[in-house]
């Protein structure tokens, strides 16, 4: 069966802190994975990863893509309040989102 | 506005009532899909249109959930004979096909 995976569940960390989220999938069709921060309402997007290997990078946030793997990782550098969130990875050729990643930032 | 229009935002019916939701995607957009979001897990893949064609409905949660797409542009997303199970949030996206989706506020449905 199809699946996407994140984790951890959930990450509690204190600003400035480094964090990693990981994605992996099982999926029959893979074109591209795509992340997405969900605060209170619609998840807003991050990143497109197509391509194995190479990072994209947007201001603090950074994403690279396995394809060997099958994964895929978000990193965050030095942490903000307002970085906490649902973060969403997706396969979207399967159109498949992962349950989450909820990531708290303590002042 | 050119973002991605959900309305109502939100509803509250009795069981076994019929509902209806409405999408209006970015205007540019010809895919359009519907999820349904639950407390704690990620969006669950309903269903996706390109332009009118409905082309994955397999995932449908169960024959009571409908969606059309006349004239490819907005969408509704029916649920006929509610159940206290279908509380949710329904999320429509749509996009282009080329740079991932871009997501509605979603309507929230509380069934009583």
């Known amino acids: 069966e199809d699946k996407v995976v994140q984790s951890p569940l959930s990450l509690v960390v204190h600003e400035g802190d480094t964090v990693t989220l990981n994605c992996s999938y099982e999926?029959?069709?893979?074109?591209?994975l795509l992340w997405y921060k969900q605060e209170k309402k619609a998840p807003t997007f991050l990143f497109m990863l197509?391509?194995?290997?190479i990072e994209k990078k947007s201001g603090r946030l950074s994403s690279i893509l396995d394809k060997k793997e099958l994964s895929s990782i978000l990193n965050i550098t030095a942490t903000q309040t307002g970085d906490s969130a649902i973060y969403l990875c997706?396969?979207?050729?399967?159109?498949?989102f992962g349950a989450g990643t909820r990531l708290t930032v303590k002042p | 506005d050119t973002g991605v229009s959900q309305n109502p935002r939100h509803k509250i019916t009795k069981r076994g009532q019929n509902v209806t939701f409405r999408c209006d995607p970015i205007?540019?957009?010809?895919?359009l899909y519907w999820y349904r979001q639950t407390l704690g897990q990620g969006p669950e893949f309903l269903t996706y249109?390109?332009?009118?064609?409905?082309?994955?409905k397999s995932r449908l949660l169960s024959d009571r959930f409908s969606a059309e797409r006349p004239k490819g542009s907005f969408s509704t997303l029916e649920i006929q004979r509610t159940e206290q199970g279908d509380s949710a949030m329904y999320l429509c996206?749509?996009?282009?096909?080329?740079?991932?989706?871009?997501f509605g506020s979603g309507t929230r449905l509380t069934v009583v």
């Open positions: 996206a749509s996009s282009t096909g080329r740079v991932g989706y871009t």
């Open positions: 249109f390109q332009n009118e064609a409905q082309l994955e």
């Open positions: 999926v029959t069709n893979f074109r591209s």
């Open positions: 197509t391509s194995s290997g």
């Open positions: 205007s540019e957009h010809n895919r």
């Open positions: 997706a396969v979207e050729d399967d159109m498949r």
